[in-house]
Nanobody
Framework: QVQLVESGGGLVQAGGSLRLSCAAS????????MGWFRQAPGKEREFVAA????????NYADSVKGRFTISRDNAKNTVYLQMNSLKPEDTAVYYC?????????????????WGQGTQVTVSS
């Protein structure tokens, strides 16, 4: 089992920044990649960014490229999502997820473990 705990969400004005953290515990050695997804009310969960524990390769959704940065601290088993130039359309619950296979997958079904989510609200 792998446990994931997100933190860092909150309310911010448009143009502002937030940094989300995802702390992984348990059998983290079985995970190859970590992803961030988000879900707004009435919408499907969508891919935001992903990173490989080994090597640090990354992948981003087009909607966040150039504004968001995913990173990881292997020693702390923690993944971060730095979000800059936030827009009202970034408002959603943000989820951290762990994948048990190689590759920067973008569909939720390819991730095995999920955190409880953290709310990000961007006001205009």
């Amino acid at each position: 089992q792998v446990q994931l705990v997100e933190s860092g969400g909150g309310l911010v004005q448009a143009g502002g920044s937030l940094r989300l953290s995802c702390a992984a515990s348990g059998r983290t050695f079985i995970t190859y990649a970590m992803g961030w997804f988000r879900q707004a009310p009435g919408k499907e969960r969508e891919f935001v960014a992903a990173i490989m524990w080994s090597g640090g390769s990354t992948n981003y959704a087009d909607s966040v490229k150039g504004r968001f940065t995913i990173s990881r601290d292997n020693a702390k088993n923690t993944v971060y999502l730095q979000m800059n130039s936030l827009k009202p359309e970034d408002t959603a619950v943000y989820y951290c997820a762990a994948r048990l296979a190689v590759g920067l997958a973008i569909t939720p079904g390819e991730y095995r473990y999920w955190g409880q989510g953290t709310q990000v609200t961007v006001s205009s």
